[in-house]
């Protein structure tokens, strides 16, 4: 009797022995089970999300094709001309691809992420854009763009510069705006984007020389990065010019005008140069704490090229960083003269703007307004009412392409700035359509600005 006991009391032993092996296993299987799962959803997400994204890009490439299509029409002469069924888009004239590009963000019957389809002659309706079916698996991923806008009337025109392209030149357009109705001119640079990585700082501003100049430190303020040093150049004649006109400033006119503008976060008076006790020789930008803005007159570039006035830099007052909730760091409105002649001409006005040390690189937008008061475009606000704006409104200056792209659930959306040829320029429809030897197509190089990742 008391040999079965010991055995029970062995077996029992052994029992709990294996179960709790048993169970620690299961718990372990169990972990990695989870952390495969896991990982293997976070693969199908990634890889999701990377067709869904290049779906999105594949809209911005149609966008491209669309908008050479109304460039094109624009090119025979074509009139806006609008669809009469606008839920059966096929067989479209020149004039209504003129009417999509142009007139179709006015009315409010159409659903413009329809746009890009439709102008390339495709069914439109829910999800537009072309279906990929992903092959050689035994699930096909429903992968296309839902949407696809394009925009050639554009409030501002945004650009970047860079150590290897210090120097960007705009020629604004302006449609049925003459460009002698601009008054003044806003540049805004240093983005969100520009602080990544960046290790400038209010507190050690070179001027490119030997000379520094240094302003207080901020007690107690974590330093932000510098924003660079900008100028802008104004280039600009009458309908009639000689060359020589470049070279002077004739009363209140000139044809050709250069400002500095040297960002610092507080505008001091007591600023010194190589620890000497020196005031600051700069000019001063008026700032408005209200909007944010800096404003420089009409004499700056008008003196700008008279020989007898020194064109010093103007100091600029900029905001701290992301923080302050604006998009980019430093916005400045520059006066315009007139030409030499008075009457400026559409054909002859650019704007330049660039980094004088090459670094860092920048990214910038400019705003053209025209006189207090003037009205230089209208705007509907959401209930419909229209309000005048000085704001000027640029159009082919450059597109601006939103696109979202789908793959199953999981979508990817794309912003995107494309520089726009003139609509004289040779089409690029031609090589677009173009298929050599071996299936290689020619292709517009079309140059991205800006991009935005969603």
């Given at each position: 009797?008391?040999?079965?006991?010991?055995?029970?009391?062995?077996?029992?032993?052994?029992?709990?022995?294996?179960?709790?092996?048993?169970?620690?296993?299961?718990?372990?299987?169990?972990?990695?089970?989870?952390?495969?799962?896991?990982?293997?959803?976070?693969?199908?997400?990634?890889?999701?999300?990377?067709?869904?994204?290049?779906?999105?890009?594949?809209?911005?490439?149609?966008?491209?094709?669309?908008?050479?299509?109304?460039?094109?029409?624009?090119?025979?002469?074509?009139?806006?001309?609008?669809?009469?069924?606008?839920?059966?888009?096929?067989?479209?004239?020149?004039?209504?691809?003129?009417?999509?590009?142009?007139?179709?963000?006015?009315?409010?019957?159409?659903?413009?992420?329809?746009?890009?389809?439709?102008?390339?002659?495709?069914?439109?309706?829910?999800?537009?854009?072309?279906?990929?079916?992903?092959?050689?698996?035994?699930?096909?991923?429903?992968?296309?763009?839902?949407?696809?806008?394009?925009?050639?009337?554009?409030?501002?025109?945004?650009?970047?510069?860079?150590?290897?392209?210090?120097?960007?030149?705009?020629?604004?357009?302006?449609?049925?705006?003459?460009?002698?109705?601009?008054?003044?001119?806003?540049?805004?640079?240093?983005?969100?984007?520009?602080?990544?990585?960046?290790?400038?700082?209010?507190?050690?501003?070179?001027?490119?020389?030997?000379?520094?100049?240094?302003?207080?430190?901020?007690?107690?303020?974590?330093?932000?990065?510098?924003?660079?040093?900008?100028?802008?150049?104004?280039?600009?004649?009458?309908?009639?010019?000689?060359?020589?006109?470049?070279?002077?400033?004739?009363?209140?006119?000139?044809?050709?005008?250069?400002?500095?503008?040297?960002?610092?976060?507080?505008?001091?008076?007591?600023?010194?140069?190589?620890?000497?006790?020196?005031?600051?020789?700069?000019?001063?930008?008026?700032?408005?704490?209200?909007?944010?803005?800096?404003?420089?007159?009409?004499?700056?570039?008008?003196?700008?090229?008279?020989?007898?006035?020194?064109?010093?830099?103007?100091?600029?007052?900029?905001?701290?960083?992301?923080?302050?909730?604006?998009?980019?760091?430093?916005?400045?409105?520059?006066?315009?003269p007139k030409p030499i002649g008075g009457t400026r001409s559409d054909e002859t006005f650019m704007i330049v703007v660039a980094t004088p040390y090459g670094k860092?690189?920048?990214?910038?937008?400019?705003?053209?307004?025209?006189?207090?008061?003037?009205?230089?475009?209208?705007?509907?606000?959401?209930?419909?009412?229209?309000?005048?704006?000085?704001?000027?409104?640029?159009?082919?200056?450059?597109?601006?392409?939103?696109?979202?792209?789908?793959?199953?659930?999981?979508?990817?959306?794309?912003?995107?700035?494309?520089?726009?040829?003139?609509?004289?320029?040779?089409?690029?429809?031609?090589?677009?359509?173009?298929?050599?030897?071996?299936?290689?197509?020619?292709?517009?190089?079309?140059?991205?600005?800006?991009?935005?990742?969603?």
């Amino acid at each position: 009797m008391k040999k079965g006991i010991k055995r029970f009391r062995k077996g029992a032993a052994s029992f709990y022995i294996v179960a709790f092996s048993t169970l620690i296993l299961m718990i372990i299987a169990m972990s990695f089970a989870a952390v495969i799962i896991s990982e293997v959803t976070r693969t199908s997400n990634d890889d999701l999300s990377q067709s869904a994204y290049d779906s999105a890009l594949a809209g911005v490439e149609d966008a491209k094709i669309a908008f050479a299509n109304y460039q094109n029409c624009k090119l025979l002469g074509a009139a806006a001309e609008k669809p009469g069924n606008l839920n059966n888009l096929s067989g479209l004239t020149c004039g209504n691809i003129v009417w999509l590009m142009e007139e179709s963000n006015k009315d409010s019957s159409f659903n413009d992420c329809d746009m890009v389809s439709a102008m390339l002659g495709r069914a439109v309706g829910g999800d537009s854009g072309t279906e990929i079916k992903e092959s050689n698996t035994s699930n096909n991923m429903s992968q296309f763009y839902t949407c696809a806008k394009i925009r050639n009337h554009l409030e501002n025109y945004i650009g970047s510069t860079s150590a290897s392209n210090p120097i960007v030149v705009v020629r604004p357009k302006f449609g049925n705006l003459s460009a002698d109705s601009i008054d003044s001119v806003t540049i805004r640079w240093f983005s969100d984007k520009d602080y990544e990585g960046s290790n400038y700082n209010f507190n050690n501003i070179s001027d490119g020389s030997d000379a520094k100049v240094v302003f207080p430190s901020l007690t107690g303020m974590v330093t932000p990065p510098m924003p660079p040093t900008v100028s802008l150049t104004v280039v600009q004649t009458g309908t009639e010019f000689s060359l020589d006109d470049f070279e002077k400033t004739s009363g209140d006119n000139t044809d050709r005008g250069t400002v500095y503008m040297v960002p610092y976060n507080s505008i001091k008076s007591n600023a010194v140069v190589n620890g000497n006790n020196k005031t600051d020789n700069r000019n001063v930008a008026t700032y408005n704490s209200n909007t944010g803005i800096n404003s420089i007159g009409l004499d700056a570039l008008k003196k700008s090229n008279d020989k007898v006035n020194k064109n010093l830099p103007y100091a600029v007052r900029c905001e701290d960083g992301p923080s302050s909730g604006k998009n980019y760091a430093c916005s400045v409105n520059i006066k315009l003269p007139k030409p030499i002649g008075g009457t400026r001409s559409d054909e002859t006005f650019m704007i330049v703007v660039a980094t004088p040390y090459g670094k860092p690189k920048m990214e910038f937008s400019l705003e053209f307004y025209c006189g207090d008061g003037a009205t230089c475009s209208k705007h509907e606000d959401s209930t419909g009412a229209e309000t005048n704006s000085s704001l000027a409104i640029l159009e082919g200056v450059q597109i601006e392409v939103d696109s979202t792209g789908r793959a199953n659930d999981l979508y990817r959306r794309v912003r995107a700035r494309l520089e726009s040829s003139d609509a004289s320029a040779l089409s690029i429809m031609g090589p677009l359509e173009l298929s050599g030897d071996g299936g290689t197509a020619l292709q517009k190089n079309y140059y991205s600005t800006k991009e935005y990742n969603f």
